[in-house]
């Protein structure tokens, strides 16, 4: 029985007629910690997220929570919170009775309703409002009645539903850092569902990368960015360049576009793949030989303190993202000298 | 539901239900039944299989004079209706006034109003006029209980259509006839027709307020039927009544292929 | 305002009056002057359908002091409330499990079918069944629980249970359209809450979807306490509502003024309950904020 972690879902499956949304997916969710379900439309990660909440029911395997297992167990059952999508506060209640509703039905008093409400108000800081109605609210206010609402019952997890997809991007930025700090402050387990991955970088302590119902990987954000262990996650999280290679004989070397070699930084498991690079890791050679590239700039753009180049290698297409103050005077269809260290050159199958 | 999470309650739930529309639909299942009974009293169930009721409606012309009566009644309330409605929809929808909110109010209320004292009000009112009961009473009485269905459907349907179009058009130098007739009403007609059939089974199966305006020689089939009920008990009746359910039920039918019943109600 | 602009709101306004006017003007004149006749004639001291003249009060003092009418307005009163309120839940599952579950269109149209289906179709059904030789004596006696038929028709019991089924789908109606307004989100937000079904129904459905509760028992009201058909023809003699008294007065008897004078009272009293109904029940802040998304 698993002790440390606030959520364990076990080989659970989610079929759906002839949909598998999730296959034998195995998670371990450390209390007290943020964990981001991190991946594009029907990866399965909503799925997932249902799951635990109790909304859905696994077609095979097991979750659960604190230990306990709650699979048969429906969600008003359930140790949890959640924050909706589109924050589901109730219009007809006020932001104070919003907040109050679980406590009233976990059975507390009034006195001691009053007193928790109040201080879950003050740490959202909507001090004053509790009198008013959530149409009456700005939306980053709404979504912080929804998050007090739900943490004032300090359950055992709590489970965010892309809660800031529908707040615009300057606000999404600001909750993003709100939420965070809240629930670093509460030491609140925390589950946040996105297909942001800037978002998920951002916020998460470790990153759970998903892919059809599988995780592809699972990570610290560093770990995930720097290290991605297959083509999707390099993808997937910032950019990346991904240039079809060939074993060169040597260890740790490849040979790209033909007759280039690269040094890279990891054992090749194949004959051939891809390796990776990430476009801000090239630098502008300056004599050294090792992995330089010759190539012909295609295409750039000027975004202030980096240009975004694109170029091509032989055949093969690539971005680079250079400090502005290194690309003054390039023009297009000019050549271009590249190195990159092979500690940023990865292979992958 | 949320509470679906246990099969007795889903059965439970389910039964309930089954058995709720069942009763809901037994009265014109019966009907149907005894319709092709052969005996000649009102019994059911049935003991067999037969069209000699129908034959004999047919046959009746007390039936089907009132059939033909009712058609053509509901047909003119219906044009009718849609006339005077189709316009005052628009302007109660398009236009935000402070006053329009009280017509709107008055044009809706004769469902509000009960049958019977809309019907005496008619018939005074006719007696009053000199047009007695009668076709022309029918008219007056069927149009006005015709026109809410017909304003209600226009009102939800025309808040459907975006007022942009009728923007583009008027920027394309269109004075508001045509915007009328090129972009208004095409882009209505689903729901013109299922205002219009609304309006129609509205005004051929209304009994209560059409008793008090008809007159010896000119009933509508329902006060035929209400007659047939109250002095006889003839398995012909069965046979009309179960030819009216056939024809509602087709126009329902109709009705939910053209706009959808889920939107209407 | 520049003269432009006036000129184009006159335009406007001639327009907009030119669409309303129809419709206003028919039902103005097809409802509001007969019902303004109604009170004219009730106010005739006379007795009879024709030779009406003079003013009196005559009827109405005799319609509110009459036993007869006061004790029949009382029972007809109740009589709607226990079918509202029968109607009333009865239809507040049915009509939230067309909202939320599957085959709504089915429902629905086994729903507005009855609803369509002219009056005498559903009595005439209804006889069938509650007649002597109709489903009810057959089933029974053919399972042997009674010896020989009985009338299940003529009786309080029965015209009641004929109203409600006759005006369930209106509350049925009702109560699925607002519901399907209701994010289904809140009731998972509600569970999320630790709120178990009773919790939810009570504290998060039902003061959401009151406004087509009070609209659907709004209507079931009015319809029943005017009925006259159903009584008459399900009920019979021993069933005395008060509009059949109404029709009886104004077909039968041919008392024009005394008839008149008990239909406005019935409307008055029809009226006056929805308003009480509406009233006590719409404090609510209305659906436009319970639109989802």
């Given at each position: 029985?698993?002790?440390?972690?606030?959520?364990?879902?076990?080989?659970?499956?989610?079929?759906?007629?002839?949909?598998?949304?999730l296959?034998?997916?195995?998670?371990?969710?450390?209390?007290?910690?943020?964990?981001?379900?991190?991946g594009p439309?029907?990866?399965?990660?909503?799925?997932?997220?249902?799951?635990?909440?109790?909304?859905?029911?696994?077609t095979?395997?097991w979750?659960?929570?604190e230990?306990?297992?709650?699979?048969?167990?429906?969600?008003?059952?359930?140790?949890?919170?959640?924050?909706?999508?589109?924050?589901?506060?109730?219009?007809?209640l006020?932001?104070?009775?919003?907040?109050?509703?679980?406590?009233?039905?976990?059975?507390?008093?009034?006195?001691e309703?009053?007193?928790?409400v109040?201080e879950?108000?003050?740490?959202v800081?909507?001090v004053?409002?509790?009198?008013?109605?959530?149409r009456?609210?700005?939306g980053?206010?709404?979504?912080?009645?929804?998050?007090?609402?739900?943490?004032?019952?300090?359950?055992?997890?709590?489970?965010?539903?892309?809660?800031?997809?529908?707040?615009?991007?300057?606000?999404r930025?600001?909750?993003r850092d709100?939420?965070?700090?809240?629930?670093?402050?509460?030491?609140?387990t925390?589950?946040?569902?996105?297909?942001?991955?800037?978002?998920?970088?951002a916020?998460?302590?470790?990153?759970?990368?998903?892919?059809?119902?599988?995780?592809?990987q699972?990570?610290q954000?560093?770990?995930?960015?720097e290290?991605?262990?297959?083509?999707?996650?390099?993808?997937?999280?910032?950019?990346?360049?991904?240039?079809?290679?060939?074993?060169?004989?040597?260890?740790?070397?490849?040979?790209?576009?033909?007759?280039?070699?690269?040094?890279?930084?990891?054992d090749?498991?194949?004959?051939?793949?891809?390796?990776?690079?990430?476009?801000?890791?090239?630098?502008?050679?300056?004599?050294?030989?090792?992995?330089?590239?010759?190539?012909?700039?295609?295409?750039?753009?000027?975004?202030?303190a980096?240009?975004?180049?694109?170029?091509?290698?032989?055949?093969?297409?690539?971005?680079?993202?250079?400090?502005?103050?290194?690309?003054?005077?390039?023009?297009?269809?000019?050549?271009?000298?590249?190195?990159?260290?092979?500690?940023?050159?990865?292979?992958?199958? | 539901?949320?509470?679906?999470?246990?099969?007795?309650?889903?059965?439970?739930?389910?039964?309930?239900?089954?058995?709720a529309y069942?009763?809901?639909?037994?009265?014109?299942?019966?009907?149907?039944?005894?319709?092709?009974?052969?005996?000649?009293?009102?019994?059911?169930?049935?003991?067999?299989?037969?069209?000699?009721?129908?034959?004999?409606?047919v046959?009746?012309?007390?039936?089907?004079?009132?059939?033909?009566?009712?058609?053509?009644?509901?047909?003119i309330?219906?044009v009718?209706s849609?006339l005077?409605?189709?316009?005052?929809?628009?302007?109660?929808?398009?236009?935000?006034?402070?006053?329009?909110?009280?017509?709107?109010?008055?044009?809706l209320?004769p469902?509000?109003?009960?049958?019977?004292?809309?019907?005496?009000?008619?018939?005074?009112?006719?007696?009053?006029?000199?047009?007695?009961?009668?076709?022309?009473?029918?008219?007056?009485?069927?149009?006005?209980?015709?026109?809410?269905?017909?304003?209600?459907?226009?009102?939800?349907?025309?808040?459907?259509?975006?007022?942009?179009?009728?923007?583009?058009?008027?920027?394309?130098?269109?004075?508001r006839?045509?915007?009328?007739y090129?972009?208004i009403?095409?882009?209505?007609l689903p729901?013109?027709?299922?205002?219009?059939?609304?309006s129609?089974?509205?005004?051929?199966?209304?009994?209560?307020?059409?008793?008090?305006l008809?007159?010896?020689?000119?009933?509508?089939?329902?006060?035929?039927?209400?007659?047939s009920?109250?002095?006889?008990?003839?398995?012909?009746?069965?046979?009309?009544?179960?030819?009216?359910?056939?024809?509602?039920?087709?126009i329902?039918?109709g009705?939910?292929?053209?706009?959808g019943?889920?939107r209407?109600? | 305002?520049?003269r432009?602009?006036?000129?184009?709101?006159?335009?406007?306004?001639?327009?907009?009056l030119?669409?309303?006017?129809?419709?206003?003007?028919?039902?103005?004149?097809?409802?509001?002057?007969?019902?303004?006749?109604l009170?004219r004639?009730?106010?005739?001291?006379?007795?009879?359908?024709?030779?009406?003249?003079?003013?009196?009060?005559?009827?109405?003092?005799?319609?509110l002091?009459?036993d007869?009418?006061?004790?029949?307005?009382?029972?007809?009163?109740?009589?709607?409330?226990i079918?509202?309120?029968?109607?009333a839940?009865?239809?507040?599952?049915?009509?939230y499990?067309?909202a939320?579950?599957?085959?709504?269109?089915?429902?629905i149209?086994?729903?507005?079918?009855?609803?369509?289906?002219?009056?005498?179709?559903?009595?005439?059904?209804?006889?069938?069944i509650l007649?002597?030789?109709?489903?009810?004596?057959?089933v029974l006696?053919?399972?042997?629980?009674?010896?020989?038929?009985?009338?299940?028709?003529?009786?309080?019991?029965?015209?009641?249970v004929?109203?409600?089924?006759?005006?369930?789908?209106?509350?049925?109606?009702?109560?699925?359209?607002?519901v399907?307004?209701?994010?289904?989100m809140?009731?998972?937000?509600?569970?999320?809450?630790?709120?178990?079904?009773?919790?939810?129904?009570?504290?998060?459905?039902?003061?959401?979807?009151?406004?087509?509760?009070v609209?659907?028992?709004?209507?079931?009201?009015?319809?029943?306490?005017s009925?006259?058909?159903?009584?008459?023809?399900?009920?019979g003699a021993?069933?005395?509502m008060?509009a059949?008294?109404?029709f009886?007065?104004?077909m039968?008897v041919?008392?024009w003024?005394?008839?008149?004078?008990?239909?406005?009272?019935?409307?008055?009293?029809?009226?006056g309950?929805?308003?009480?109904l509406r009233?006590?029940?719409g404090?609510?802040?209305?659906?436009?904020?319970v639109v989802?998304?």
């Amino acid at each position: 029985m698993p002790q440390q972690s606030a959520v364990t879902l076990r080989e659970v499956s989610k079929v759906y007629g002839d949909v598998s949304a999730l296959e034998r997916f195995s998670l371990d969710v450390p209390t007290g910690r943020l964990v981001c379900l991190l991946g594009p439309s029907g990866c399965g990660k909503t799925t997932t997220l249902r799951l635990i909440a109790g909304f859905v029911a696994p077609t095979h395997g097991w979750v659960f929570i604190e230990g306990a297992d709650v699979t048969a167990k429906p969600p008003h059952l359930r140790d949890i919170g959640i924050v909706f999508q589109h924050h589901a506060l109730f219009p007809h209640l006020s932001v104070f009775e919003n907040v109050e509703f679980g406590l009233r039905n976990i059975g507390a008093r009034k006195v001691e309703r009053r007193e928790r409400v109040n201080e879950m108000l003050a740490t959202v800081r909507l001090v004053g409002l509790g009198g008013r109605y959530p149409r009456e609210l700005s939306g980053g206010q709404q979504q912080r009645v929804a998050l007090a609402r739900a943490l004032v019952l300090r359950p055992a997890v709590l489970l965010l539903d892309e809660p800031f997809s529908n707040l615009d991007a300057q606000l999404r930025v600001h909750m993003r850092d709100e939420v965070r700090s809240l629930v670093h402050q509460l030491n609140a387990t925390t589950i946040l569902v996105t297909h942001d991955q800037e978002e998920a970088l951002a916020m998460a302590d470790q990153i759970v990368v998903m892919n059809k119902g599988q995780i592809e990987q699972v990570g610290q954000p560093s770990e995930v960015y720097e290290v991605p262990e297959s083509r999707f996650v390099a993808e997937f999280i910032g950019r990346c360049n991904l240039l079809p290679c060939k074993s060169a004989g040597r260890q740790r070397s490849v040979m790209v576009a033909g007759d280039q070699s690269l040094t890279i930084s990891n054992d090749m498991t194949r004959e051939s793949g891809v390796v990776a690079i990430r476009p801000e890791h090239f630098v502008v050679a300056n004599g050294s030989s090792l992995n330089r590239l010759r190539v012909e700039i295609v295409q750039f753009t000027y975004l202030g303190a980096r240009t975004y180049l694109h170029v091509s290698l032989q055949n093969l297409k690539m971005v680079v993202d250079l400090p502005s103050t290194e690309t003054k005077g390039l023009m297009i269809g000019a050549p271009l000298e590249l190195t990159v260290d092979p500690k940023f050159v990865r292979f992958l199958p | 539901m949320l509470w679906q999470n246990n099969k007795r309650s889903i059965l439970t739930w389910g039964l309930f239900q089954a058995i709720a529309y069942f009763v809901l639909a037994l009265p014109s299942l019966v009907i149907i039944g005894a319709s092709f009974n052969p005996g000649s009293v009102l019994t059911f169930p049935p003991h067999g299989l037969t069209l000699a009721w129908y034959v004999r409606a047919v046959q009746t012309p007390a039936f089907t004079d009132s059939f033909l009566l009712s058609v053509e009644l509901a047909s003119i309330a219906t044009v009718l209706s849609l006339l005077a409605g189709t316009p005052a929809a628009y302007a109660l929808e398009r236009y935000r006034l402070p006053g329009l909110q009280s017509v709107q109010t008055l044009l809706l209320s004769p469902i509000v109003i009960p049958a019977i004292v809309l019907g005496i009000g008619l018939l005074m009112f006719c007696n009053l006029i000199g047009i007695g009961q009668g076709l022309a009473a029918l008219l007056l009485g069927h149009f006005v209980l015709t026109l809410p269905y017909v304003v209600r459907t226009l009102i939800s349907n025309f808040s459907l259509f975006d007022v942009v179009l009728e923007e583009a058009a008027q920027s394309l130098r269109a004075s508001r006839l045509v915007i009328w007739y090129r972009v208004i009403l095409p882009n209505i007609l689903p729901g013109l027709l299922s205002a219009a059939i609304f309006s129609f089974v509205t005004s051929f199966g209304n009994v209560a307020l059409s008793i008090f305006l008809v007159s010896g020689s000119t009933a509508t089939l329902p006060v035929q039927m209400f007659a047939s009920v109250e002095h006889s008990s003839d398995p012909t009746l069965a046979a009309v009544a179960s030819f009216v359910i056939f024809i509602t039920g087709i126009i329902v039918l109709g009705i939910d292929r053209l706009a959808g019943l889920q939107r209407l109600v | 305002m520049g003269r432009f602009a006036t000129r184009i709101a006159w335009s406007r306004n001639i327009y907009l009056l030119g669409l309303l006017t129809p419709a206003v003007a028919a039902v103005m004149l097809i409802l509001s002057i007969p019902v303004a006749w109604l009170v004219r004639i009730s106010l005739f001291p006379q007795d009879q359908s024709y030779d009406l003249s003079g003013w009196s009060a005559v009827h109405y003092m005799k319609a509110l002091t009459d036993d007869l009418y006061l004790e029949s307005l009382a029972r007809t009163t109740i009589y709607s409330l226990i079918v509202t309120l029968g109607t009333a839940i009865l239809g507040f599952p049915l009509g939230y499990a067309a909202a939320r579950g599957k085959m709504r269109r089915w429902k629905i149209f086994f729903i507005v079918l009855p609803l369509t289906l002219s009056l005498i179709v559903n009595i005439f059904g209804w006889i069938m069944i509650l007649g002597q030789n109709g489903l009810l004596n057959s089933v029974l006696l053919s399972l042997h629980l009674l010896d020989h038929p009985k009338q299940f028709l003529f009786g309080v019991g029965t015209v009641l249970v004929v109203l409600g089924h006759t005006y369930l789908p209106f509350q049925i109606l009702s109560v699925m359209s607002v519901v399907r307004q209701i994010d289904p989100m809140l009731e998972e937000a509600s569970a999320s809450l630790r709120g178990n079904r009773w919790v939810t129904f009570w504290r998060v459905i039902i003061p959401l979807a009151r406004p087509g509760i009070v609209a659907g028992c709004t209507i079931v009201f009015i319809l029943t306490i005017s009925a006259f058909i159903i009584p008459q023809l399900i009920g019979g003699a021993s069933v005395q509502m008060y509009a059949v008294l109404v029709f009886q007065q104004m077909m039968t008897v041919l008392n024009w003024p005394f008839g008149s004078a008990l239909s406005l009272i019935l409307l008055v009293v029809a009226l006056g309950f929805a308003a009480l109904l509406r009233a006590a029940a719409g404090r609510s802040g209305g659906l436009r904020s319970v639109v989802a998304k």
